[in-house]
């Protein structure tokens, strides 16, 4: 399907009817200066960037289940109540409490010559302990489960295959990528293996190991999971070439401790005229330990909220009722978003959109939409109301993981999308911190997001 490059007039479908050309044609200059409204609000009294400092500084990492990660569900409920909202409150849900405890360590020893110090640290969920055992490399589970049991069982399996880099949408690399870091322990351990490391899930060539969560399955052993840098692995590859035989020793002291009671922060303003119909707009408050947590998602978080000031700031009350929702969880088991949903399902709440920011406070592009074609028809038909920004590439695409629990009571889900070619270099790493963040690039976001949450709010779908 091409993107809708024709005037906006020319095609407007507003609440189910066809207006005459002249009150498109008014409508349509009203929405766009409106909008510039918004964009206005944001470049020039923006206030997520300020959000953002403090969240990622005074806060830092929030993994589930972590002090820091209460400290900012309480920061999160303070923002939005200052704002004067019409309802700020939390929704309770009980998340996973996983440690990683002291620094991990890690070395390669060769049969000749010194041995070889890694970065690496623990993937999320691993459990922790001490090994040494020679490195069987892999390019893929396929590969592994072709292996005689002999060339495996007690060796350490080291999952090496890279993002595909021919990709223009990162976002696709890291998918195709990501089953060995989420399935390669238990694989190794179903195959004999006594440990796990993995490849960073990057692009970039650099000395940052990546975490991200992994899975156990039941009935197979768990056994420790480590990710190396991109640098780290490309070494330990050569290595393996030079000394078949090496020997890899790796520590760590991660544990998985009984589940937190933590919260969503929830704040809304009441639609004026359809109070009843809800679009939602959120990111994921949690955040892995390694860094400050900036891109991911700390950026998301405060757009979502800087969506309901911007509208407030401006006078654009919605008519149908705009929700931010800080979602907990999403790191390392989607708990928050799941509640969510199980929480509006019970109440019979009525979601007309769902919008996710969880892909970085980079340059606008556009939307993802994921639902019915006639859902993303009726979403291009404001693509030239986004044309002057350069945030309208309206397209099919992933909605966002903490609102595809919404899937079947959402009419449609909505992930803003932004600049990816940065994102998996700092992703889930101890590089990802408050100084990556561009204060234009994300206030830009902050009116993109906001633009379509007013035109949903106003027509609805």
Not at 304 to 309: F, I, T
Request: glycine share 12%; aromatic share 6%; with cysteine.
């Amino acid at each position: 399907m091409h993107f809708l490059r024709s005037s906006l007039a020319a095609g407007l479908l507003l609440a189910g009817l066809t207006l005459p050309a002249a009150a498109q044609t008014n409508s349509s200059k009203t929405d766009s200066l409106n909008i510039r409204k918004l964009y206005d609000e944001a470049l020039l009294r923006g206030q997520s960037y300020e959000n953002l400092r403090y969240l990622t500084g005074q806060i830092g990492g929030r993994l589930s289940g972590s002090p820091q990660a209460e400290q900012a569900v309480q920061w999160g409920k303070q923002v939005m109540e200052k704002m004067g909202l019409d309802r700020v409150y939390l929704q309770e849900v009980m998340v996973p409490h996983w440690e990683r405890g002291a620094k991990e360590k890690a070395e390669a020893k060769p049969a000749k010559g010194k041995p070889v110090s890694f970065n690496v640290c623990a993937l999320g969920g691993s459990v922790g302990g001490k090994l040494k055992a020679q490195v069987v490399e892999v390019q893929s589970i396929q590969e592994l489960r072709a292996l005689p049991a002999e060339q495996v069982k007690g060796k350490i399996v080291f999952f090496n295959r890279p993002m595909n880099p021919t990709y223009i949408e990162t976002g696709r690399a890291y998918g195709e990528a990501g089953d060995q870091r989420r399935s390669g322990a238990a694989e190794a351990a179903r195959r004999g293996a006594i440990g796990a490391l993995v490849r960073s899930l990057s692009l970039a060539h650099d000395d940052f190991p990546h975490t991200g969560t992994m899975r156990y399955e039941d009935g197979v052993t768990r056994v420790p999971a480590a990710a190396l840098s991109t640098n780290g692995a490309d070494q330990l590859s050569a290595l393996l070439k030079a000394s078949p035989t090496l020997t890899f020793e790796l520590e760590m002291s991660c544990r998985e401790l009984p589940d937190v009671k933590s919260y969503n922060v929830v704040g809304e303003i009441k639609g004026s005229k359809y109070p009843n119909e809800i679009i939602a707009v959120g990111g994921h408050l949690d955040s892995w330990d390694l860094a400050q947590g900036a891109h991911d998602d700390g950026t998301g978080c405060v757009q979502s909220m800087e969506v309901l000031r911007l509208l407030k700031a401006t006078g654009l009350r919605p008519e149908r009722t705009v929700r931010a929702v800080l979602f907990m969880n999403e790191e390392n088991g989607l708990r928050g978003g799941l509640k969510y949903a199980e929480l509006a399902k019970a109440a019979g709440e009525q979601h007309l959109a769902a919008m996710e920011s969880d892909g970085g406070g980079f340059t606008p592009r556009g939307f993802g939409i994921e639902g019915s074609p006639a859902m993303l028809g009726q979403i291009r038909r404001w693509q030239p109301l986004f044309q002057p920004y350069g945030s309208c590439d309206i397209a099919p695409g992933h909605g966002g993981s903490d609102i595809g629990p919404l899937k079947d009571q959402a009419r449609v889900l909505i992930g803003y999308e932004c600049d990816s070619q940065r994102y998996f270099d700092i992703h889930h790493t101890a590089a990802d911190t408050f100084d990556k963040v561009n204060r234009r690039e994300l206030e830009l976001g902050n009116a993109s997001m906001a633009a379509l949450v007013y035109l949903l709010g106003k027509y609805g779908l």
